[in-house]
Nanobody, 128 residues
Framework: QVQLVESGGGLVQAGGSLRLSCAASARTFSSSAMGWFRQGPGKEREFVAAISRSTGITSYADSVKGRFTISRDNAKNTVYLQMNSLKLEDTAVYYC?????????????????????WGQGTQVTVSS
């Protein structure tokens, strides 16, 4: 099982930026599509972004398109989520996920149910 460890969360003012990182400890990182989900207070977990295993194809939720960028460094077994122009509604716990079935596994699971591996989450709080 791939182990995932997120970092980079914190408190930021609206309009600011944060970069989340997710480090994988298993050699299978390079064969897994990677993605981010988030769960805000009182809300269901929702898809944010995902990136394919090797081609770099990405997918984003409409709510973050143009503001967030997902990328991966296979040499470092790390996936990133650059978050710009943060809004109050971006406040959530952000979770990293991995799945060997590829990008489609993320695109067909709006809540991430059934995905292979998860991190512990990192809190992002956007203040006014």
């Amino acid at each position: 099982q791939v182990q995932l460890v997120e970092s980079g969360g914190g408190l930021v003012q609206a309009g600011g930026s944060l970069r989340l990182s997710c480090a994988a400890s298993a050699r299978t990182f390079s064969s897994s599509a990677m993605g981010w989900f988030r769960q805000g207070p009182g809300k269901e977990r929702e898809f944010v972004a995902a990136i394919s295993r090797s081609t770099g194809i990405t997918s984003y939720a409409d709510s973050v398109k143009g503001r967030f960028t997902i990328s991966r460094d296979n040499a470092k077994n790390t996936v990133y989520l650059q978050m710009n122009s943060l809004k109050l509604e971006d406040t959530a716990v952000y979770y990293c996920a991995a799945d060997s079935r590829g990008l489609s596994a993320f695109q067909t699971s709006p809540t991430g149910a059934g995905l292979g591996s998860w991190g512990q989450g990192t809190q992002v709080t956007v203040s006014s």
